[in-house]
């Protein structure tokens, strides 16, 4: 099983802004991904860095877990909000390149 690391304030950020609902959802698929299969709802992130996805949660509202798989040694997340628009944010997608950008200088490939 994969260990999961949670870049910035990722974990901080799901666990303040996701409803309970969401939560254990969120957990779930992070777990499949663990387990290495793909979760329930995710569409590859263009324009964000190579084998960056989303995870899609539907519940009340529509929340984002941004994450890259590609690397042996863990599952790494980006970055998790609540998407409140049609189109994600900029700024969202700007943070998961920023922190995508640290993995990538700490020498992980």
């Known amino acids: 099983m994969k260990r999961v690391i949670w870049i910035g304030s990722a974990k901080k950020d799901l666990q303040q ?21 793909d979760p329930k709802d995710l569409k590859p992130l263009h324009g964000v860095g190579p084998g ?4 899609r949660i539907h519940a009340e509202i ?6 890259v798989v590609q690397f042996e ?9 609540v998407k409140k628009t049609q ?5 969202d997608l ?3 390149r920023e922190r995508l950008n640290i993995i990538l200088k700490e020498g992980r490939t």
């Open 17 to 37: 802004h996701f409803s309970r609902m969401a939560q254990k959802e969120a957990g779930y698929q992070i777990y499949r991904l663990q387990e290495g299969y």
């Open 52 to 55: 960056v996805r989303e995870i």
């Open 62 to 67: 529509e929340y984002r877990i941004i994450y």
């Open 73 to 81: 040694e863990a599952l790494y997340i980006l970055h998790s909000f």
């Open 87 to 91: 189109k994600t944010p900029k700024r």
């Open 94 to 96: 700007e943070l998961a």
